[in-house]
Nanobody
């Protein structure tokens, strides 16, 4: 399984952004897809995840500002982030958890920069 993330860029504070992550390869092995982010000088943190049955989990600190969705037909997961703040500036990574596999698969990351 390979993951290709896109949609990052420079956004003014208060704006919105939608990130996409397309999976390829043995996508039938994917169970959970999710987004993480890593801000400069900080540890990577979970943002949101969605299972193949549509069960969604959000980071408490981001609830109300982020929406994750999944199009299984396109093997793509989306992350909508609204009311962006400068502290949302980070590299956003897509992750896939595979069935019967411990190690997740990571995408290459897409940079989101929020200007104040």
């Amino acid at each position: 399984v390979q993951l290709q993330a896109s949609g990052g860029g420079l956004v003014p504070a208060g704006g919105s952004l939608r990130l996409s992550c397309r999976a390829s390869g043995s996508v039938f092995r994917i169970n959970v897809m999710g987004w993480y982010r890593q801000a400069p000088g900080k540890q990577r943190e979970a943002v949101a995840s969605i299972t193949d049955f549509g069960v969604i989990t959000y980071a408490e600190s981001l609830k109300g500002r982020v929406t994750i969705s999944r199009d299984n037909a396109k093997s793509t997961v989306y992350l909508q982030v609204d009311m962006l703040k400068p502290e949302d500036t980070a590299v956003y990574y897509c992750q896939a958890q595979l069935k019967l596999t411990i190690q997740p698969v990571w995408g290459q990351g897409t940079l989101v920069t929020v200007s104040s």
